[in-house]
């Protein structure tokens, strides 16, 4: 797919979407990006680009795609501002009645938007929340943990947080396709200077819709990178992030002026359990001393804050390992996840071989198809053959039938006479 150079396309006075896209140095996966847009089918959209004092040529890269195509908005910060201040800087100019997000490095179907703007504007739905999958470089694609617990595989007209609590587990901002009017009624905006962003923005748009609709027929890409910064989790700011926009979420849903959040607390309580937190928790053997004060200074006397229900009720080695904080016992927590880091090592190490075997395998598969194929075009061949060399020969059975019938005919009493006479006759002929 490449981007339409056919000249500028000029959106209409009022888009349909609004599409925000911070930037900030990915001028590897951005023209892939920006021809995922450009291209949708959706035509009346507008592309709200903002670069976030990006140091490699992303900026460049905007301001080319702008010349060509007049929807694209193209915003640049001269200090780095950070993704969440971007964001909110991108609403407030955002003009389309439905607006969404995508990070700079991802792609979607030229399809998707069409197909989200005609399922809101038919249902009237506050936020459709549509399918997303994880991929790599290496062309690898996988529906991730939290795509599957928040059960989104199926379509639903209409719903609410308190109907499907598990959407709890969908966090991420770019699979939420929004309606202008409903946002700014909520005055919502993206928790600025921190990490993870996403995830109160999230919960709190689901908990103030009375309308969600869920879409599985869209398909958003989110690449994994190994630069990404929120895929890196053992940094004290990170760590310390992630307490601090889960607390805003539980605060939230236990304030106390609106109880009618409360029961989302036990559901929350349980993904911070199972998912957020161990996320931390096995990176400890890996970790500095400073990294263990905030384990046991601050997520330790959070986590303690959690129902004993909730606690209870995680299972296994992971529950085993809450024990192990629970006594400060840092020092097993960290023999258990380095060895679970040298098995997950060589579990990965298996795998990478059986997937190099099954590789093998399939090149050999196919190179015995292959041969097959040619032995196939072969015997097909010799069979022509040999269909050609019987035609031959029955083409020179028949001559020499046919000849041998002309000498008996002539060693006939009646065939030699008519020879004869033939012979006179081209004689006379000859003569005169």
Known sequence: MVMNMDGNNKPEENPLVS???????????????????????????EIICID???????????????????????????????QSTTRNL?????????????????????????????????????VIVFSFKRFNDDGEE?????????????????????????????TIACNKFIKM?????INLKFMENTLFEDIPFSTKLFCLADSIGIYPDVIYYWRVRNQSTTQSNDNIKNLKDRIFVSKDVLDYVNKEEDEKFKPLTEPLYKKLLEHDFPIYINQLDISNEEYEKVMLNEVLPFIKTFSKESIDEVDGMLKFKYELLFDKNIE??????????????RIKELKNKIKEKNAKIKELRIQKEEIRARKEEIRARKEEIRKQKNAEIRRL????????????????????????????????KNKF
């Open 181 to 185: 009017d409903f946002l700014k009624k």
């Open 142 to 170: 996988w529906f991730e943990i939290l795509q599957e617990k928040s059960n989104i595989t199926k379509y639903v007209e209409k719903t609410n947080m308190m109907e499907k609590p598990e959407l709890i587990y969908n």
């Open 19 to 45: 599409i925000i896209v911070p930037v900030y140095n990915t001028e590897e996966y951005l023209e892939e990006c920006l021809n995922c847009l450009v291209n949708q089918t959706l035509k009346n959209i």
């Open 332 to 345: 097993n927590l960290k023999i258990i996840t380095a060895n679970e880091r040298v098995n997950n090592a």
């Open 397 to 428: 059975r028949n001559i020499n039938q046919n000849q041998r019938e002309e000498i008996k005919e002539l060693k006939s009493t009646k065939g030699w006479m008519k020879y004869k006479s033939n012979n006179l006759l081209e004689r006379g």
């Open 90 to 126: 991108a609403i407030k100019k955002a003009k389309g009645d439905y607006i969404t997000f995508f990070d700079s490095d991802d792609v979607i179907n030229t399809t998707a938007y069409e197909k989200l703007y005609n399922e809101a504007n038919k249902h009237d739905q506050d």
């Open 52 to 82: 976030d004092a990006s140091t490699d040529d992303s900026l460049k890269i905007l301001n080319h795609y702008a010349k060509f195509d007049d929807r694209i908005i193209v915003m640049n910060n001269e200090i780095n501002l950070g």
